[in-house]
């Protein structure tokens, strides 16, 4: 007989609020879809830097007839510094392989590496990228030891470190997932100000009701009960529909953020489950607590 009740004053406040739950439960699905996105978007950078931190490697391109570098004086790099430069690179205790790439492989792995952009491709012609030492390290982090054995010895045009690379790309992919997260918090706060009127507005509806509990000796747990369960089955309505919008994120969104950039690596959905669930138990905590500590606030007890 309690649980009916409940029941019943749970669809009572539900229906008589139906505009200000309507309200909430689509601000609740936006702003758990926006943190669950955030969240996708995180887990995908994480996934990509783990996959390409260990692929690093350390680029010595040397000197052509085309480098622009007045070091390099308009000249190939000669055959006895290049065996020379690469009998050092070996030698140090960081490096774990150097292997030499002429400029017929450098442009066949250019092209296999954009193949997705054909027009990057054929903007560049073969023999625009030079010969070069590409160096793997031991610990990408120990890059720094073989950049300054190889800057400004003869015959080196210029030393790129792919991480330093990587990792301004990655700093604008965070970027991304922290405004997803920022506009989140945002929609958090409103959905938390809407619930404390949706909840005040029920209170204010059954104070009869309210009041004859009261008075027959009713619990305030059992009082404030279907107030918070109609906050906490708006946010799980709202967090069903974040749910899909999490799933269209993942595919219309990650994945093709994942292959336009070519980060290797696409989140699988497991990961996916785990964030969404993650969302949707977010969502009806959230609204639960608001309806809470705004009981205890505005619903005299």
């Not at 955030?38 to 990509?48: C, E, H, P, T, W």
Request: include cysteine.
């Amino acid at each position: 007989m309690r649980a009916q009740f409940v029941m019943q004053e749970i669809w009572i406040g539900l229906r008589r609020n139906l505009t200000m739950t309507i309200s909430l439960v689509i601000t609740v699905a936006i702003a758990m879809a926006l943190f669950g996105t955030g969240l996708l978007i995180k887990a995908q950078v994480d996934s990509s830097k783990s996959f390409w931190y260990d692929k690093i490697e350390v680029s010595i391109f040397l000197c052509a007839k085309a480098s622009s570098n007045p070091h390099c004086n308009k000249t190939d790099i000669s055959q006895a510094d290049r065996q020379q430069l690469k009998a050092e690179l070996e030698k140090l205790p960081e490096v774990a392989e150097v292997k030499y790439e002429n400029k017929t492989e450098a442009w066949n792995r250019f092209k296999n590496r954009f193949s997705n952009s054909p027009g990057f491709v054929q903007a560049t012609r073969e023999g625009d990228i030079p010969d070069s030492f590409r160096v793997r390290l031991k610990d990408p982090q120990q890059y720094l030891k073989v950049e300054q054995a190889a800057k400004g010895r003869a015959g080196v045009d210029q030393v790129i470190n792919e991480r330093e690379i990587l990792k301004k790309f990655f700093n604008i992919l965070g970027g991304l997932q922290w405004a997803a997260l920022l506009i989140a918090l945002i929609q958090v706060i409103a959905a938390v100000l809407l619930v404390g009127n949706t909840v005040r507005l029920s209170a204010f509806n059954r104070r009869r009701e309210t009041g004859i509990m009261r008075l027959v000796g009713a619990s305030n747990t059992y009082i404030q009960l279907p107030f918070i369960l109609e906050g906490a089955i708006a946010g799980l309505i709202g967090g069903f529909f974040a749910a899909i919008l999490l799933v269209i994120s993942k595919v219309m969104l990650v994945d093709e953020l994942a292959g336009d950039l070519q980060l290797a690596t696409q989140l699988g959905w497991g990961k996916v489950i785990l964030i969404t669930l993650a969302s949707v138990c977010f969502g009806v905590l959230l609204c639960a607590v608001a309806s809470f500590l705004t009981l205890r606030r505005y619903l005299k007890i």
